[in-house]
Structures are given as structure tokens and as C-alpha cells.
């Protein structure tokens, strides 16, 4: 075996999933999670950390322009993989192995790429205009922004022409911060691709600093022919624990993040949800706890994180209790005037259902 | 001991690079360790995952954006481990050292300080959102974390009247530094966490940024700043090894091999906290730093200040 074919064996042992859910198909992201560290892969936090992107569930055409934007940012060697169904993903994150250890394929990828990276377009064209907008306008609801300072909406005002634009992107603009100072104002979509985010989401803000001064959120549906209800049970013990989860992962504590997600996957594996009660007790007991868990988190979300552990330890074998949904347009009023992290932060909290939003016709505000 | 400290001659550079290199790699290892058992895995699974990621990024091709200001963002990719190797430059291995400078401690307190402007630029450079905000955090740590770092290796060089690591490490002889400094050793060492980038100090490169700093980085480029921040670490944990954990000292074995198992420990101890504790948030850290950490740090400056004259 040559030393190339022995590099490219060892690169894919550990290969990087970026996973996107389409609104509809929670459990199957979850068992994708569970797949992937089985295998002893791991989660990618970013399309340039990743080596796979799965798509969970059949998306519409915006978010499927949104995740074709993604797709350009993965470096490469690089794999791209649909999954409908839970039961299916083993046989899928194969087919993906396959398709990153095949040099040849590779290569021929990387050559019919565009030299110069995917330039995304400007969310001055308002993307709520027209739902059947073509593919590549809606490329602004674009993933995390990673290299949204050209998809920014540069704040145009009178002498924008005056002004040098770097690879044809205006400079930002200025306004007054909370504090009275002159910042840089950027437009940054959040999602619809990022770690620890509900599915579909854009939330699309208004940046000073790392301080959102101004948000809309929408939620990027299906395709529409699939009304797909293949999520956790809202209110379930697992659905908690999932919630949990995606709160701990962008808290922090990088090991009890993982063992609420392993928790999750054995409630939603488990015949017997009473075996687990021990070790959900000892998980709320460490949250609880946890001093510096209670002081670096906002108040309403370690409440929050509290409550779904603890009602889940409280009843692992239970049945779904209601939820009081958050209607999407109080998510804008919550976030505005917050630093980014907390905005995360809030957004993981707060008890938003996408799917649920879509089908009552209230994905935008 | 300033006697009894070698200075190797510059033929050894290359060694002491691959041995910092090395010690960084075994943190790899050790931390992959730990998070395979999260995961339910066999922790000795885990210990191949610095090399698995290795040949991964190897393998894995360059990324640009749009507009990136590629020199600046080199600048800052490239400078974290050259900044660890210069670090070391000071800090004995046992009874040899590459150069005992008269002005050791504060050789190394600039070279951290020249970390602020490598991630600013590892930031700054892809010309994107989340990137950008990742460099604004650090900016915002840094200025929480620097005063207090100042006056935690001040404490060791005013106890041995001496800026330079030799002396420091002779004067702890019979007595660590840690003993009668322990609140200088643990804000050091919250500093080498936070210079390194690593929870509790992670906001820079935060999970909520889908990696910050690090978010648009790929292949090679991601390499050398993961490496970087492994090799900062374990300079970082050399040098307090050397002014606080008695450098070399140590019964039975000889003091080179010392040296190395307390900064292997203590790595690992840093590797856990770090997977333990959840991230401090920017707007949280400040506070704390300056009415919290300074204030003690310059407490534990006074007890020495006050023993020293004490003892004439």
C-alpha cells in the first residue's frame, strides 16, 4: 500500500459530519448523531470542518439552495448524502465512506470545482419577496454566514459608489451602538446550517459587534410534497433530553453534553425507559450542581436547562407531556439587544417546534 | 542553580522543537482519551485521534473566502506555534536550558501578548462574520485575562529577585512556589487555558460560532492552529512547571525526566478542566476578572512582597 492510499485510509477514520435537518425529521438526525459516534466520527461545527454533509429529509427550494451554498464551502475531499428515514442512515454514512475514500472521485470533484470561493448574494434583495424566487437568489438564507461579510447588506446609503469594494462588496456601514459609539453595521443570517439550531431556522440580524441590534425570523420549509412528521414526540423524554443537549453543547461543558445526547439516544432505543432513571438522575444532579454551569449561563436558560433534565429524570417511562410552544414572532423581541452567544443561547431554550410552525402556517414573522 | 543550568548551545534548537511538538501531541492524545470515553468508547481508541486528524487536515484541500486578507490571515495562522516555540526558549528542561535571558518572565509575558494580535488576525483575515466576532472575544479575554497573568509570574520572580527563570527555579529548592503562591499558580494557569483558547476560555472559538476563529479555516491552515493551540498549552504548562511547580526538582529520578512528567500532569489536569467546565461567557468574564482575580492576584503580590523583605 502506498503512502497515498495509507493516508487517504487513516484521513476518512475519522471523518467530520456536518448534519442538516430539514423541519419534519428530528429522529433522523438523531439517529445520525448516534451513528457517527458510534463509528467514532465526530460532528463538524462549520462546512470548512467538514468532510460529509448530511441532509436529513427532503428540503424545499430555498433551503435546499441554502444547503448548496454549504456544500460549495466544504474544502473537499468531500461527500454529500441524503437520509429519509432513521433506518436507513447506517447504509447512508456508508455510502458517503465510500464516496471520500475514492481518490480518483476526489479529484475529479476537486477539479470541476470553481476556482474562486462561492460568493453569496446580497440580502438587500429581500428573500421574503417571492417564495419561488430562483435557487441561487435565496443562497443569502445561507449557512452560518461564514463568509457572509458579502452577503451583508452593507447598509447602502448615498455614497456607497464612493466607496472601494473589495471583490465588489460595499464597505460596512456605520451607526451608533448602545453605547453611543459609531460600529460597523452588518446583516448576518443565523442558520439555517449551524450547530445546535432548530431546523429550518433563519434568524436574520442586524449586527453590531457581536451585539444583535434588529432580527426577523422565518423558518425554510420541506419540499412540498413531503409533510414529513418524523420528529422526537414533542415533551417526551427524549425530546427533553435532545433540548438539553443542544443547550449543554453550546454551553460548553463539552462531556456532559455528550452523555445527555447518549442519554437520548438510549430513551429513544430503549424498551424499558425506567432502566435509564439512574443515570438521568445522576446527569440532573450534575447540572444542578454545577456553580459555574448556573453563573455562566443567563438565568431564563439554566432555568430552562433545570426543568428538562429534571422532568425527565423525574419520569423517563412517562408519556409526552404538553408543551407551551413559543410562537415565532416573540423569538425576534427575545433576542434583540443580546450578544451573540446569548442569542444562541436563548434560541436553544426556547421551546420552538419548526415543524409544528410550518403546518399551522406560522414559520415567519 | 543559576550555576548548575546548562546553556545548550543553538544546535539543540531543532530538539527542543520536536520535544515541544511532542509534549503537545501527547495533550492530543490524552485529551482525545478522555473524549472517547464521553462517548462511550474505548478510551484507548481515542488516543489515535490526534492522528487521525492529522492526516485528515493533510489530506484535506485549502479554503479561501471571499475577499480574505490572505498575508494577515497567514500571519495569524502561522504565529501561534512559532510563538509557542519561542516561548520555550526560556524554560529549562531539567538542568539545560536553550537560554538563561536575565529577563526570562517577561521574555515570556511578551510573547503572550503577541498572541492577542495572531488571533485578532486568524479573525480578522477570512473576512467573515463569525470569524471576525471570535477575534472581538478573544480582544475582550484577553484584556480580562492579561493584568492578572502579569501579576501571577511577578509573584515567583519577586520571591527568587530574580527575572530570570534559572534563578526562579533555584530559588525552589525545598519549597515550590505553589505552596506559599497558590493563587498566583491557579491564575496562571486559568491564563494558559485562556491564551490557548480552551474552555473554560474557549468564547474565541466557541461551539455558538461554529468555531470562531477557527470557523473558516481548513486543511493545512486548521492544522497549524490546532497545533498552535496544543504547543501553547504546553509551553504554557512548561513555564509554570518551571516558576511554580520547582522546575527540575524532585527526588530520585534524574531532574530532565521530572520536568517532564510535571508538565505532562499538568497538561492533563488543564485537558480535563477544560472538558469539564462549561464556556464563560465574554460579558461574564470581564467582571470577574478585574474585581474578583485582580484584586487577590495583587493580594498574593503583597504576601510575597511582604515575606521577602520579612525574611531581608
Known amino acids: ?365 | 542553580m543559576t550555576g548548575s543550568l546548562v546553556q545548550v548551545s543553538a544546535g539543540w534548537v531543532p530538539a527542543a522543537a520536536v520535544l515541544l511538538l511532542a509534549v503537545a501531541a501527547v495533550g492530543a492524545v490524552l485529551d482525545g482519551m478522555l473524549a472517547a470515553r464521553a462517548e462511550g468508547q474505548p478510551a484507548a481508541l481515542g488516543a489515535a485521534t490526534p492522528v487521525l486528524e492529522t492526516a485528515r487536515l493533510l489530506r484535506q484541500r485549502r479554503r479561501w473566502t471571499v475577499a480574505a486578507d490572505r498575508p494577515l490571515q497567514m500571519v495569524g495562522t502561522a504565529g501561534l506555534v512559532v510563538v509557542a516555540l519561542l516561548m520555550v526558549v526560556v524554560v529549562p528542561f531539567g538542568r539545560w536550558t536553550l537560554s538563561d535571558l536575565p529577563v526570562g518572565v517577561v521574555w515570556f509575558n511578551a510573547l503572550d501578548v503577541a498572541v492577542w494580535a495572531l488571533v485578532w488576525l486568524a479573525g480578522w483575515g477570512p473576512n467573515s462574520a463569525h470569524a471576525l466576532i471570535g477575534g472581538y472575544r478573544f480582544l475582550a479575554q484577553a484584556l480580562a485575562y492579561e493584568l492578572p497573568l502579569m501579576f501571577a509570574i511577578t509573584a515567583p520572580a519577586v520571591a527568587a529577585g530574580s527575572l530570570a527563570v534559572g534563578d526562579v527555579v533555584a530559588a525552589q529548592e525545598g519549597l515550590w512556589f505553589v505552596v506559599w503562591m497558590p493563587v498566583a499558580f491557579l491564575v496562571f494557569c486559568g491564563a494558559v487555558l485562556a491564551f490557548s483558547l480552551r474552555g473554560p476560555f474557549s468564547a474565541p472559538s466557541g461551539v455558538d460560532l461554529a468555531g470562531g476563529v477557527l470557523v473558516d479555516s481548513s486543511g493545512i491552515d486548521r492544522w497549524l492552529l490546532l497545533v498552535g493551540r496544543w504547543a501553547l498549552m504546553a509551553a504554557g504548562s512548561a513555564f509554570a512547571v518551571a516558576i511554580f511547580l520547582g522546575g527540575g526538582h524532585g527526588p530520585v529520578l534524574p531532574s530532565w525526566l521530572w520536568s517532564l512528567v510535571k508538565t505532562t500532569a499538568l497538561l492533563f489536569v488543564l485537558a480535563r478542566v477544560r472538558r469539564s467546565l462549561p464556556t464563560v461567557r465574554p460579558d461574564r468574564l470581564m467582571p470577574f476578572a478585574w474585581v474578583v482575580v485582580l484584586p487577590a492576584v495583587l493580594l498574593q503580590l503583597l504576601v510575597v512582597a511582604v515575606v521577602v523583605v520579612g525574611r531581608g
Open chain 1, 1 to 365: 500500500m502506498g503512502l497515498r492510499q495509507r493516508l487517504s485510509a487513516t484521513a476518512v477514520r475519522r471523518a467530520a459530519v456536518l448534519v442538516v435537518e430539514v423541519p419534519g425529521w428530528g429522529r433522523t438526525r438523531c439517529a445520525v448523531e448516534q451513528e457517527v459516534r458510534r463509528r467514532g466520527w465526530r460532528s463538524a461545527s462549520s462546512p470548512a470542518d467538514a468532510d460529509v454533509l448530511v441532509v436529513c429529509g427532503r428540503a424545499g427550494t430555498r433551503l435546499t439552495a441554502a444547503v448548496d451554498l454549504v456544500w460549495a464551502q466544504l474544502p473537499g475531499p468531500r461527500a454529500r448524502v441524503e437520509v429519509l428515514d432513521p433506518a436507513a442512515v447506517p447504509a447512508t454514512l456508508d455510502r458517503a465512506l465510500a464516496t471520500l475514500s475514492d481518490d480518483d472521485g476526489q479529484r475529479a470533484d476537486a477539479g470541476a470545482r470553481p476556482p474562486d470561493p462561492a460568493m453569496g448574494i446580497g440580502a438587500d434583495e429581500d428573500p421574503t419577496a417571492d417564495r419561488d424566487v430562483e435557487p441561487a437568489r435565496a443562497g443569502n438564507e445561507d449557512d452560518q454566514g461564514t463568509d457572509d461579510m458579502d452577503m451583508d447588506d452593507m447598509d447602502m446609503d448615498m455614497d456607497d459608489m464612493d466607496m472601494p469594494m473589495p471583490a465588489g462588496i460595499p464597505l460596512a456601514g456605520g451607526g451608533e451602538d448602545r453605547d453611543g459609539l459609531e460600529m460597523d453595521v452588518l446583516h448576518v443570517p443565523l442558520g439555517p446550517v449551524l450547530p445546535g439550531w432548530p431546523a429550518g431556522l433563519v434568524l436574520h440580524c442586524t449586527v453590531q459587534g457581536d451585539v444583535v441590534q434588529e432580527a426577523r425570523a422565518e423558518v425554510l420549509p420541506p419540499a412540498p410534497d413531503s409533510d414529513h412528521d418524523g420528529d422526537l414526540v414533542r415533551g417526551s423524554p427524549a425530546d427533553r433530553c435532545d433540548r438539553a443537549a443542544r443547550i449543554l453543547l453550546l454551553a460548553g461543558p463539552a462531556d456532559v453534553a455528550t452523555a445527555t445526547a447518549r442519554l437520548r439516544d438510549e430513551l429513544l432505543g430503549s424498551d424499558e425507559p425506567a432502566d435509564h432513571r439512574p443515570a438521568l438522575d445522576r446527569l440532573a444532579r450534575r447540572v444542578r450542581r454545577s456553580r459555574t454551569l448556573r453563573w455562566s449561563l443567563p438565568g431564563e436558560v439554566h432555568a430552562r436547562l433545570l426543568a428538562l433534565l429534571e422532568a425527565v429524570a423525574g419520569g423517563p417511562d412517562g408519556a409526552a407531556e404538553p408543551v407551551a410552544l413559543l410562537p415565532l414572532d416573540r423569538l425576534p423581541a427575545l433576542v434583540t439587544g443580546q450578544e451573540l452567544g446569548a442569542v444562541r443561547l436563548l434560541v436553544a431554550a426556547a421551546d420552538l417546534s419548526p415543524a409544528t410552525l410550518l403546518r399551522d402556517g406560522a414559520a415567519r414573522t
